[in-house]
Each structure stands twice: as C-alpha cells, then as structure tokens.
C-alpha cells in the first residue's frame, strides 16, 4: 500500500453501522460470530470498504423469513416460490 492509499481511507459511517446492526438482527450467523459484531469497539477502526464488505456478507447470510417461521409477507412468499 502506498502512503496516498493509506490516507484516503474512509472509517465506517454511521449509516453502514445502522444497516449492519438491522441485519445482525436476522442474521444466519453462529452465536460466537453474532457476539463478536454486537461488541461496541469492533466498528472503531473499521474502513467504509470493510463496512460494505460486512454488509454484503450479512446480506447473504440473513435468515429465509417463510422457513423460519418469522413475521413474513405475500411478497416474501412469492419471491420464495419464483426460485423453484
């Protein structure tokens, strides 16, 4: 890395700590790794890529809300039956 790289990186805006923390909430993850993102200090030093990395990350792993049995919508099912 080069020192203009090193200085143009961007922390994580509040606004990717607001979208992390709703997807924490349905996430498919182990408890260990839920724990682990819900301790404040882990956004401190977190870039603006890492953050869109996370949020990518916990968008692929959310849970199915027809499966699982949570509060689901006639939308929810009908994008559930298009994969089939």
Known sequence: MDWQEFFNVKPVTSTQVGVIG????????????LEEFREPYVYDGMTEEEGYELIEYLGKNQIDKVE????????D????LKQY
């Not at 099912?77 to 559930?80: L, R, V, Y």
């Open 22 to 33: 709703s997807l924490l909430k349905t996430a498919n993850l182990t408890h260990q790794e």
């Open 68 to 75: 699982s049995g949570f509060n689901y919508s006639q939308t």
């Open 77 to 80: 099912i009908k994008n559930k």
